[in-house]
């Protein structure tokens, strides 16, 4: 399959460069982030990000983007829809069908944040409300967490890796 956003090592050297400290580009670079992920300074490290940016983007398939849109386009969770045609010999329906996340035996945690904008509330309460073996339910306690947060905020071991590690060992 074809990729969109392909690494390569110009972008990253690029990346690295203009978002250096003491870059007069290192704002930008932040402020790309945040239009994406959601806008919370006080989590960013800017000295991580020549390593974040000197890997991105990472490039996916296309494909994974295009069913990504789907999903977000359709409000619903379910597989690749290839069009009527094609749908109808992959899945012996017009639709793709739903994901039977029912079906799911390993123990799930969530857990999100009011500032994710890549994973809304109502998307994760949907998720609870259909997945097999949800255990639990965890919103971070910082109103402007968001998604790229998890990986790199300054107080991500705090707000969720220790909890994560806990819930870990339990199984």
Request: with cysteine.
């Amino acid at each position: 399959m074809h990729e969109f956003l392909p690494q390569n090592s110009f972008l990253g050297k690029l990346g690295e460069w203009f978002c250096s400290d003491g870059s007069i580009f290192q704002m930008l670079c932040t402020n790309s982030l945040f239009a994406v992920c959601g806008f919370n300074p006080a989590q960013m490290n800017a000295t991580l990000l020549p390593v974040i940016m000197g890997h991105t983007p990472a490039g996916s398939s296309t494909r994974q983007f295009l069913h990504f849109a789907q999903e977000v386009n359709s409000g619903k969770f379910r597989k690749y829809d290839y069009g009527a045609f094609k749908n109808m010999r992959e899945y012996g329906s017009l639709s793709p069908p739903k994901y039977k996340l029912s079906k799911v035996t390993a123990p799930v945690y969530l857990h999100y944040s009011r500032n994710d904008w890549l994973s809304n509330e109502k998307d994760v309460n949907n998720l609870y409300n259909e997945l097999g073996n949800v255990r639990g339910k965890f919103l971070s306690p910082d109103n402007k967490f968001n998604h790229v947060d998890y990986l790199y905020g300054i107080d991500a071991k705090a707000l969720l890796y220790d909890r994560v590690l806990g819930l870990m060992k339990r199984h």
